[in-house]
């Protein structure tokens, strides 16, 4: 997330859906005044209500280009709102930070020794599903394929570009361990 500071717009909304991921965008993507970071995950404790939200900024914010941010479940949850977003959408980036899981939950059941079996998601392709409805988009594995953002971003074309990056299953953002070791739920 913090590759992406230097190469979105900075006259910017960011809209956050809930997930593992919560703290990431907070921490490494500025806006240009308090009312562009829209946390809609962090207001509900939920997932999944960030495609509905993220519309809603596009249309009040028009000028300004859409981030919204979501994990794979939370996306997978809202995805009967993507198109509403697309449509809704003048500019827009789609980031879904897809570890194939349910990731907080996941990260949860092991911190208890559960078995984290129901936790996993099948993998999907966001950018690929994002694309058959008109996006432009990539699946990210490294930082050199967000030149595939940049590109786009470069061409100042209206629409939205979906930046599905592949994350570990491994990786446990530092508030999340912090709230682990500290015995409380997220």
Known sequence: VAALEDIL???????????????????????PDPQAMVLVGTAFQ??????GAAAGVSIARP?????????????????????????ATTRGVIVVLNDSAYGAELHQYAAKGLDPTAMLIDEVDFAALAQTMGAAGTKATTLADLQHLQHWLDTHDE??????????QQVVAEFMTASL??????
């Open 181 to 186: 070791t500290a015995g409380k739920r997220l």
């Open 63 to 87: 000028e300004r280009t859409t981030v919204f941010v979501t994990g794979d479940g939370g996306g997978l949850m809202g995805l009967a709102d993507l198109e509403t977003f697309l449509r």
């Open 46 to 51: 939920s997932i999944g209500l960030g495609f």
């Open 9 to 31: 717009p900075k006259q910017r909304s960011v809209v956050m859906d809930g997930g593992h991921f919560i703290g990431w965008a907070p921490m490494y993507l500025t806006v």
């Open 159 to 168: 629409g939205v570009f979906v930046l599905d990056v592949a994350i570990s």
